[in-house]
């Protein structure tokens, strides 16, 4: 299937300066497509209000891009050799900028949804080329400084995604946040354009391929995602729509693996899956998803309900988590090369859960300055976990493979962030439920000192000319306001245990793969 197109260049061979600009267009791309998923998570309260929806609506904005970007990112090597790398990179580009103009211009949730859907169909190819152009471009010493790079599009566009977002929402409107894709759009095409050769067209593969296996793939995918998002606001089993999209679920991810692992023409090579360290990557990609698309998700949720931040004092405490990655990122790809790159994994795992460790301790009167120091430990563990990661995903892989390598290790990556995202809003709900409850049990018209905050905010109320029994009724809503504050609070907290010790448990998952060093990895695949 044109696998000589995936033949890395010689060890030896000098990168050119067009090579260079291909590869590092590549990466802006990537780095815009990841950056899409969460640059409208704090602005997404002035996008409801101006297409009138509701919060449980206005999920699928974020929710439409995933599911399609998800679906997108294992069909992309397939068809790059179909299209050419270079010409079906620079029409996604096109057709992404169209789309992501559109969503500026939407007006209403439906034709909204559609173009992010629309968008997040062309943006997610850009995520797998940039690490097969990588790995495909660039000769063996020059490889482990851009997986740093690609590495680094995959921790920093998640938290600096609010943090553009929330500025350009709060400087110029939200549909901005749309426009601003031009900017590295344009760059990526020129780049692209100039920096590729023109390949010849392979067409007859789309007669051979198996269309009943890429069927499946989109409908297991597209329903798992839609079922992971969706699940938390539709209650879960108790919704057809959730019974409906398990059962596709199911059926889609069965059939895609039934016939991908007994056809030889398959879109993607799922025998990939049996190489050991390249599974490891998978599930740490998949926890690590979790850990950057979760905390990317219910930090700014915190800040925004809790501590009543507007978008832009939400970035700038975002913005922590994402500045220091920029000065660590060369030293981390430096030692991937000398160090054992599962010591480095550890310690970047470690580090990662412990931020969020930190973040279990909250209060009601936690806000930004008190979340920096956590935002730096983080930053100082995501560049060791994704630097390795990408290295681990490559080790000893044929280069024919390259591109199913790179398809299924970005879809775990992202499919992880879905399922952390879900799990993580279907935990605040519950979990607020029950310490609610709890201090419900404790807060008690009988309990004296409940009973003397209820008084002192009734004489609060009445001091400021409204009547008794208005004023005790506002009184009661209020310590009703104190409770359901303090359970979010609680709920906040458990789920950055939850992250923690899901990042924590995949040090030990870590050491069950063999020594692996920046370079080496890819040195394994050229022989």
């Given amino acids: 299937m044109g696998n000589e197109n995936y033949l890395p260049p010689p060890p030896g061979e000098r990168v050119s300066g067009r090579t260079w600009l291909a590869v590092l267009a590549s990466l802006l791309g990537a780095f815009m497509a990841v950056l899409d998923i969460a640059i409208t998570n ?50 996604n580009v096109a057709l992404f900028l169209l789309f992501s103009t559109l969503c500026g211009m939407a007006w209403s949730l439906e034709s909204m949804i559609a173009f992010r859907a629309a968008q997040g169909f062309t943006g997610g190819v850009m995520i797998p080329m940039a690490m097969t152009l990588v790995t495909r471009k660039l000769p063996l010493k020059k490889r482990p400084i851009g997986l740093a790079l690609f590495g680094m599009t995959a921790t920093l566009a998640p938290t600096l995604g609010p943090t553009i977002g929330g500025y350009l929402t709060e400087l110029y409107g939200w549909p901005s946040i749309f426009y601003i894709n031009w900017v590295p759009g344009v760059l990526l095409m020129l780049g692209v354009s100039i920096g590729l050769e023109k390949e010849p067209m392979n067409l007859k593969l789309l007669r051979d391929v198996d269309w009943w296996g890429i069927a499946f793939m989109a409908i297991g995918l597209g329903s798992l995602t839609a ?59 998949f926890t690590t998803g979790m850990g950057l698309y979760g905390s990317a998700f219910i930090l700014p949720l915190y800040l925004g309900q809790i501590a009543n931040y507007t978008p832009m004092q939400i970035g700038l405490v975002i913005m922590w988590m994402g500045l220091p990655q920029l000065f660590i990122m060369p030293f981390a790809a430096k030692l991937s090369t000398k160090l054992d790159n599962r010591v480095m994994m550890s310690l970047g795992l470690i580090l990662f859960a412990t931020s969020c460790f930190m973040n279990t301790h909250m209060s009601a009167d936690t806000a930004g300055p008190e979340l920096i120091a956590a935002q730096v430990v983080r930053a100082l563990g995501q560049p060791l976990i994704m630097i390795t990661l990408t290295n681990f995903a490559v080790s000893g892989i044929p280069p024919n493979l390259l591109p199913s390598a790179s398809g299924m290790f970005n879809m775990m990556r992202n499919l992880g962030g879905s399922v952390g995202i879900a799990t993580l809003a279907t935990l605040l709900t519950n979990r607020e439920h029950l310490h609610s409850a709890r201090i419900g049990e404790a807060v008690t018209m009988y309990d004296p000192a409940t009973q003397t905050r209820l008084d002192t905010l009734a004489q609060n109320f009445a001091s400021k000319g409204f009547d008794l029994t208005t004023a005790q009724d506002m009184a009661a809503k209020a310590l009703d306001n104190v409770v359901r504050r303090e359970s979010f609070v609680m709920a906040y907290n458990d789920a950055f245990l939850i992250l923690g010790i899901a990042l924590i448990s995949c040090v030990a998952i870590v050491w069950m793969s063999k020594k692996v060093m920046g370079g080496a990895a890819s040195a394994e695949a050229a022989h």
């Fill in 42 to 91: 704090s602005s997404l309260r002035d996008i409801l209000g101006a297409l009138s929806a509701t919060q449980e609506e206005g999920s699928w904005i974020s929710s439409a891009y995933l599911v399609a970007e998800i679906v997108v990112i294992p069909l992309a090597g397939f068809l790059s050799v179909v299209f050419s790398t270079r010409r079906y990179l620079v029409w």
């Fill in 227 to 285: 079922m992971l998002e969706e699940g938390n606001a539709k209650d879960w089993f108790q919704s057809r729509f959730i019974i409906t999209a398990a059962v596709l679920a199911i059926g889609g991810i069965y059939g895609w693996a039934w016939r991908g692992l007994t056809r030889k023409n398959t879109f993607i090579d799922l025998h990939i899956l049996g190489r050991p360290s390249f599974l490891i990557a998978g599930v740490i990609a």
